[in-house]
């Protein structure tokens, strides 16, 4: 069976009385070489135990298995269990999880699942759980790598530098904690049914976090407001989140202090200048 053939998939899908879940975000693959650049591009070899998350009904997860020692695949639709059983029979090394990506302890999930082994995590996300789910995935801090195929936009987003439209709050968490590169984008058509957008292959390496940091908490909650109100200066939109905590004065000296233009906003901070700036808030400048 073609894990990736327009009419094998129809014939599956109806042999099992499945129907595709809005709610749920399901696309499923029919163009071969995404699943296999994918699971190429993950990590995925000798050695290696991968979590996947929402296999679908499986073309990645036959991928990875070819290549990885043990995947374990997070499925939330039950309705895709009996379906996953057929399509994976012949892989004993692939076993789905039954459960929500949110709600699982990813680190607790990897240890059990996969000892001895070099940890990756890989996904075809979902784009309504895309944020929260990569949250997770990153805050796991189990993994070597993290590749996820989200949308183009969101991936763009993540890897946009300071001073861009697509710089905000989200970018400064996943350069925070790893590295990320874009891999390659997956255009609608290879998708049923064809969502509107265009996906994007990421791949996130984790890191040590930045040595200018020494309360990520605090500079998170910086980092958080200065993004909160986008169109107005880093001043205002500082003061409009954190007025409860520090005085529009104390802000514009702190901001000063880092050598930054009093009308400068949060857009065209870096992660050592908004470190900078926690720090100056946190000492009273």
């Keep these: 069976m073609d894990l990736c053939n327009l009419n094998d998939i129809k014939a599956l899908l109806a042999r099992h009385g499945f129907r595709f879940s809005k709610s749920m975000g399901q696309n499923f693959l029919i163009e071969a070489w995404v699943p296999q650049d994918i699971a190429q591009a993950s990590g995925a070899g000798p050695g290696v135990g991968v979590v996947e998350v929402g296999p679908g009904i499986g073309p990645l997860t036959r991928q990875l298995a070819l290549r990885a020692d043990k995947v374990v695949s997070i499925e939330l639709d039950r309705s ?47 784009y309504n759980i895309t944020t929260p789910a990569i949250t997770a995935l990153i805050e796991a801090g189990c993994f070597e790598s993290i590749t996820v195929m989200i949308q183009r936009e969101v991936a763009r987003r993540i890897c946009a530098a300071p001073g861009t439209g697509d710089y905000g709050a989200f970018s400064v968490f996943c350069q925070y904690h790893t590295q990320p590169e874009l891999l390659f984008d997956v255009g609608p058509e290879c998708f049923i049914p064809a969502p509107k957008v265009t996906s994007s292959v990421l791949r996130m390496v984790p890191k040590a976090p930045p040595a200018e940091v020494d309360d990520p908490e605090h500079f998170f909650l910086v980092v958080r407001a200065a993004f909160a109100q986008r169109r107005k200066t880093l001043v205002n939109s500082l003061a409009g989140s954190l007025g409860g905590r520090y005085d529009k004065g104390q802000i514009a000296a702190a901001i000063a202090a880092c050598g930054l233009n009093a009308d400068v906003r949060g857009e065209r901070l870096s992660i050592p200048q908004f470190a900078a700036l926690s720090k100056a808030l946190r000492a009273g400048i």
């Design 80 to 126: 895709l269990l009996p379906i996953l059983a057929e399509t994976l029979a012949d892989h004993p090394n692939a076993e789905i999880y039954p459960g929500d990506v949110l709600k699982v302890d990813l680190a607790a999930l990897a240890e059990e699942k996969l000892p001895g082994l070099r940890r990756v995590a890989c996904a075809n996300l979902p």
